[in-house]
């Protein structure tokens, strides 16, 4: 319990403060984005699970999905970021730049440390093999505790990342919300748009046509991206209408924002 509460959990508030917003703009589209994310998630396992009775097939593919939607979404964060750049009023394109700039630094220091989790282990496993065999005792026993705890933490640090970590940078998109209250409608928009093209694509190329059910093919590829586009443009008009902010113009907070 001792490790847990020193270790462990200031690594996921850690992560959490990281990935988390800090801002919300709207409640009523925080509860609409939660109706979302978890009506899609619901709704992919009902298809799935009716189309492919594999169980463990179906598990697997569920891990795969959520390994990877992380790293779509990062790219598209930062595709998102140019776009509403270009796109802005004249006059607001490098305010714009700096809004977005929050999401963006997110996605490329998340990046950075994955990168590091992915090549830590290479480089302890070089430097062990780099030392002398005259080693003196003692200090071999110190490298093997500093090794013993520095395993521990990774493993920790590994595991928080991705229970913790993929999921906050998956519902949130690396604290979209934070650089600006209309991209993370954006980023919805775009990921519903690739998710539609690469699944048909994917499908198609496998099996020469759709392997899914009639009732299914609507309700994933069709209708899931196409409801997350129209609530995507409710959510963009409703911060227009209510709150007064458009996508094409920089959004100045009253209170700043952490890192």
Known sequence: ???????????????????????????????????????????????????????????????????????????????SALGMAAAARRGHRRAMLTC?????RTVLVSLGALITMI?????????????????????????????LVGGFLYLVALVLMVTVGLRAASQHYFRAVDGHPCMRAVVSAALSTW?????????????????LPTWA???????????????AAYELRRLRVVHGIDFRSAYVRTTPVGV
């Open 195 to 211: 998710t539609l093209g690469t699944l048909a694509w994917s499908w198609a190329e496998e099996s020469g046509g759709f392997a």
């Open 217 to 231: 093919v609507v309700l994933v590829l069709i209708g899931g991206p196409l409801v997350n586009v129209a609530l």
């Open 100 to 104: 977005t700039w929050i999401p963006v």
């Open 1 to 79: 319990m001792k490790i847990e509460k020193r270790v462990v959990w200031p690594m996921k508030w850690r992560i959490q403060r990281f990935l988390l917003p800090r801002h919300r703009v709207d409640d009523q589209i925080e509860k609409l984005v939660l109706w979302r994310n978890t009506t899609g998630i619901v709704l992919v396992v009902v298809v799935h699970g009716s189309w492919n009775r594999d169980i463990s097939g179906s598990l697997g593919d569920a891990a795969l999905s959520a390994m990877t939607t992380p790293f779509v979404i990062a790219g598209l964060v930062i595709v």
């Open 119 to 147: 090549l830590l282990p290479t480089f302890t496993g070089w430097v062990s093999t780099s030392l002398p065999a005259d080693v003196p005792g003692m200090i071999q026993l110190v490298l093997a505790l500093v090794s």
